[in-house]
């Protein structure tokens, strides 16, 4: 008589609970998604020709303020912040799994998974509101770098160094080159953001989007952000930020310092201070995007400290802390809305309020959308419902049924948890 033994399938837990959330990425998501607003508000406005990055050129004191805080606090600070958030939570997903008894290769493929998922939302975004996308890229970056998530130490700080190293040359050559060939009307420079024609403008998108992702990778360090972001998830920095307190605070003076200074010449520029040629203004911008990289992480640290300090209080986030958390959870709802609400009010093919105004008015209607962003999770958050896309990617990802949870929690781009002592985690990005 033979015995016929049965092999479980390795473990794979479904994702983070509510119990085990870590405020701190919740709250620097929600914030970054106001930056973001921010940014991309301007790319809208025809009533100036385009300026440097997003902004439009001139307009009287006022505008020309706008323009120059944006440059100096805002743009290419978002992004390497959202990216070292992504690779916070990539990092936390890997190790979650791990811990739960699921082997490497399938913590893998979860993280391979997410990033096709991510890269199919980033196209549908891309080619249906705006073509200045970021899901598809680090749904790119994750397919790319995922393999790394399951190595050692030795090999991710190998790749944050090379990865380093190849962001700084490839950003400096690219901006360089793009200020260089950069001409024509504001039409042409602007593209279908401008356009006039919804359905020309969709086709357009769709002979673009392949290059899209690959061209945001190579000019931003978006990749090394990421692998940092994962360094700082294996060493707990946002979900114990009481324990790393002097380090959080050497990132937030030395790299908002860093950013601040390094904003401040193309800022000048944007704000119409300073007349420079093309080689001069690509070599600004391209210490504008490498000092951004860390602003991005000074801004994560910022809320970790911000964390801390309720923590030593004995304090739980207020309603303003608590709002922009609930934004973070459901980072992939709000993210879409956000860019879709900024679209139909400021399009030209839609509503178009962005011939009708300069920088402070495009400023003002990013606000007003970013709160009413803030306004559609509070009430998600309330009725205890996780975003509808946030749950969509949960389902695609894991398979089953997320509308409900016992705390919501967003699977697209980010989401974190915290564990009771000694086992606080996060999935910013990653897991949910």
């Not at 790119?140 to 190998?158: C, I, K, P």
């Not at 401040?264 to 040629?277: D, K, N, R, Y």
């Not at 860390?294 to 911000?306: D, E, H, R, S």
């Amino acid at each position: 008589m033979s015995t016929r033994s049965t092999v479980k399938p390795p473990a794979r837990r479904r994702g983070v609970t509510a119990a085990e959330r870590s405020p701190a990425p919740d709250i620097a998501r929600g914030f970054m998604l106001l930056l973001i607003a921010l940014a991309h508000a301007p790319l809208y406005v025809t009533t100036s020709d385009p300026g440097v990055v997003t902004h439009p050129a001139g307009g009287d004191a006022l505008d020309r303020t706008v323009t120059f805080l944006s440059l100096d606090l805002v743009d290419n600070r978002a992004y390497p912040m959202f990216a070292a958030l992504f690779g916070y939570g990539m990092a936390m997903l890997v190790m979650r799994q791990r811990a739960a008894g699921t082997t490497a290769s399938a913590a893998a493929r979860l993280l391979r998974r997410r990033g096709v998922f991510l890269v199919l939302f980033g196209f549908v975004h891309f080619v249906l509101i705006f073509p200045a996308d970021i899901l598809a890229p680090y749904g790119v970056a994750a397919l790319a770098l995922g393999w790394l998530f399951t190595r050692g130490d030795r090999a991710l700080g190998r790749g944050v160094v090379i990865s380093a190293v190849a962001a700084t040359l490839l950003t400096a050559l690219l901006s360089v080159a793009m200020a260089v060939e950069e001409s024509g009307s504001g039409a042409e420079v602007r593209g279908t953001v401008w356009a006039h024609d919804y359905g020309a403008a969709v086709v357009e998108r769709l002979s673009q989007a392949p290059f899209a992702s690959v061209h945001i990778l190579l000019a931003w360090p978006i990749p090394t952000a990421i692998l940092v972001g994962a360094v700082a998830a294996r060493r707990r920095y946002l979900d114990d930020p009481a324990r790393h307190r002097a380090l959080l605070g050497r990132v937030v003076l030395i790299g908002g310092s860093v950013s601040v200074l390094g904003g401040v010449p193309l800022a000048l520029i944007g704000a119409g201070v300073w007349e420079t040629g093309d080689l001069a203004r690509g070599s600004v911008t391209a210490l504008h995007v490498i000092t951004g990289f860390a602003g991005g992480l000074a801004y994560a640290a910022a809320f970790g400290l911000f964390v801390a300090r309720l923590q030593d209080r004995g304090r739980t986030p207020g309603p303003v802390a608590g709002a922009l958390a609930a934004v973070g959870r459901r980072s992939l709802t709000c993210y879409l809305l956000q860019s879709a609400l900024l679209a139909l009010v400021l399009a030209r093919v839609a509503f178009g309020a962005g011939d009708r105004i300069e920088a402070t008015g495009a400023a003002v209607i990013g606000v007003c959308v970013w709160l009413t962003v803030l306004a559609v999770a509070v009430v998600l958050e309330r009725a205890g419902l996780r975003g509808p896309l946030d749950a969509l990617m949960r389902r695609l990802v894991y398979g089953g049924s997320a509308g409900r949870a016992a705390g919501p929690v967003e699977p697209g781009t980010a989401g974190s948890g915290t564990a009771p002592a000694g086992k606080r985690e996060s999935t910013t990005g990653a897991e949910s």
